[in-house]
């Protein structure tokens, strides 16, 4: 994976590969090149072996693709961890995935230290000083790892989680044969050049800035100016002052570039392209965007088990409201879920994909692994249309999951958290429509009998308790949850019921 993605090094070893937005720290391709190969000498005098796992725990800056890359050369796996995650759900993850080493920066050290206790890691790394914790650039001032180590296509180098179609977070095994698969699938449809500079604003965490603003952009030789977290002034300075000319969003951002007052105030005119992904974005927004910015607004569709990218634009010739045209070495079905039956073109069905870029599995999860497949398809859970012109359309999502600002949320966990109140007998989750946020979680309460309790208290109990993203934002108490009779929660009724309210 990384000899791929450093393929420009040794050409563009002068120009600048990596920036922090805020402060300009900078990495040339040739010091990148060169301080992944130190930091891979250091894991290794750490005996880190092949097959280990590094957990990074950290916002965007240049460092986490040092240390992602560092791992990979060694043959190590990397599962990336979502900083505003709580102690408990850090935990899970660090065991799930049986981490080794965590890095991260004092200002999560307290929490990743709490969520560690008891789990395999070994050592806690922190980028920045800090008393009492070993630095991260301890490792860079290491020796350049001296030897290679063999490395196949189908060994798992990065392991990002996932609900998947439904259910708890899972470990999505992606293999150096699927992330070098997707950049080589996407290369021939990318206008991506060397001149190129490309805002990193998506979390590295998630499998979206990981393999298109990490690793893309080295992949193409480009620069990439990175974002610890969004804020839509920086944002918008970053900009301006980088000449950023391509940046890769989420609907939410779109939105807020097409109407929020604030963007007249800057200067965008370096923009050329902007792409949308992780949920889907209207056709009225893309426009609305395209005429604010002066900039071509173009979508694509990927999940974290694609690596993601399955659909994207046809440069050129992108067409409002579709996710574009499957990527080469990809097939795609539209199937009736109920049936099985091939819908075939412009009718509406589930998506089905299959592809070098389709994940190895879910980790230590066969039964998760079995339930998403069907004779080597992987079943989507997301309702698409293909016209004549082979255009791609995401109509709506067959699986259970939320997606608020293009990140997962999953009932079933949050529906875990609510019935662990003492005083909620039942309770249901699902999403409900957001201007800002596309959907966020509505939250079905039956309270025990006897008792009283507000939705302020609710609200509170899960926020406590989940990353912020996941937090419930609707209460509504009712005196039964609709289920079949084989016990299943009737989203269904409920979404109904939802979208009948004043």
């Known amino acids: 994976m990384t000899e791929h993605v450093l393929r420009h090094a040794e050409r563009l070893a002068d120009r600048t590969a990596i920036a922090d937005g805020p402060t300009g720290r900078s990495y040339s391709y040739a010091d990148l090149a060169g301080a992944i190969g130190r930091v891979a000498g250091g894991l290794a005098e750490n005996g880190f072996e092949k097959e280990d796992v590094l957990a990074i725990l950290l916002p965007n800056l240049p460092e986490y693709a040092i240390a992602f890359h560092a791992a990979a050369t060694l043959g190590g796996i990397v599962t990336t961890i979502n900083p505003t995650y709580t102690t408990g759900e850090i935990a899970f993850q660090l065991r799930d995935s049986n981490a080794k080493l965590v890095l991260t ?10 969520a560690a206790e008891g789990t395999g890691v070994d050592e806690i790394f922190v980028l920045d000083a800090h008393e009492g914790a070993r630095s991260f650039f301890e490792l860079l001032a290491a020796d350049p790892l001296d030897r290679t180590t063999d490395v196949s296509a189908s060994d798992v180098v990065a392991l990002p989680y996932s609900s998947g179609t439904t259910g708890f977070p899972k470990g999505v095994e992606l293999t ?6 997707n950049l080589s699938q996407t290369e021939p449809l990318s206008t991506v050049g060397e001149e190129d500079v490309i805002l990193a604003v998506l979390p590295f965490f998630h499998i979206y800035g990981m393999q298109v603003l990490m690793n893309g952009v080295l992949f193409h030789g480009a620069m990439s100016v990175t974002m610890p977290r969004f804020d839509l002034a920086d944002f918008l300075e970053t900009i301006q002052r980088h000449r ?6 989420v609907p939410p951002i779109v939105v807020a570039l097409a109407k929020h007052p604030m963007v007249d105030e800057y200067d965008l005119s370096s ?28 979508q694509g569709f990927g999940l974290t088990e694609t690596s993601p990218v399955t659909h994207t634009a046809l440069p050129g010739l992108a067409r409002s409201g579709s996710i574009g045209v499957l990527v080469p070495n990809t097939d795609a079905r539209v199937v009736d879920p109920a049936s099985g039956e091939d819908m075939g073109r412009d009718r509406p069905g589930e998506l089905w994909l299959r592809g070098p870029q389709v994940m190895k599995g879910y980790l230590g999860n066969p039964e998760a692994t079995e339930a998403a497949f069907e004779n080597g398809w992987f079943k989507t859970g997301d309702i698409a249309v293909v016209d004549e012109d082979d255009h791609w359309y995401i109509t709506d999502r067959l699986k259970e999951l939320i997606k608020y600002k293009g990140f997962q949320v999953a009932p079933a966990e949050l529906e875990a958290v609510l019935l662990n109140h003492e005083d909620i007998a039942d309770a249901a989750v699902i999403g409900v429509a957001d201007e800002d946020a596309g959907e966020v979680p509505k939250a079905f309460v039956v309270a025990r009998s006897g008792v009283s309790i507000t939705p302020e208290e609710v609200m509170a109990h899960v926020a406590e308790r989940v990353a912020s993203y996941k937090k419930v934002r609707h209460v509504e108490f009712i005196d039964e ?8 929660i009737l989203r269904r009724v409920l979404r109904e019921r939802a979208s009948t309210e004043v």
Not at 244 to 249: D, E, G, I, M, Q
Not at 287 to 295: F, K, P
């Open 105 to 114: 920066i004092s200002l999560f050290l307290e929490t990743a230290r709490a």
């Open 176 to 181: 150096h044969g699927n992330l070098v698969s």
């Open 244 to 249: 950023v000319t391509r940046v890769a969003l």
């Open 271 to 298: 923009l050329v392209q902007i792409g949308s992904g992780a949920a889907p974005l209207s056709a009225e927004v893309e426009e609305l965007a395209s005429q604010r910015t002066g900039a071509e607004v173009v």
């Open 481 to 488: 949850i609709p289920k079949s009779l084989s016990g299943k």
